[in-house]
């Protein structure tokens, strides 16, 4: 006969997929910032400030 699933491990799972896919939004931003730039013509002041 098998254990019930312990779901304290499906919870950290998921808090870590939920924690990493958080984190690569928001650097992932400083790895597009300058091919935006490049792309458009736009300063890095002005649109840092956006």
Do not use: C, H, K
Not at 25 to 36: K, M
Request: aromatic residues 16%; neutral net charge; charged residues 10%.
């Amino acid at each position: 006969m098998r254990a019930p699933v312990f779901y304290g491990w499906i919870i950290v799972a998921a808090g870590f997929v939920t924690m990493a896919v958080g984190v690569n939004a928001r650097t992932a931003f400083s790895l597009l910032f300058p091919p935006i730039l490049d792309e458009f013509g736009w300063e890095r002041g002005v649109t840092a400030g956006a």
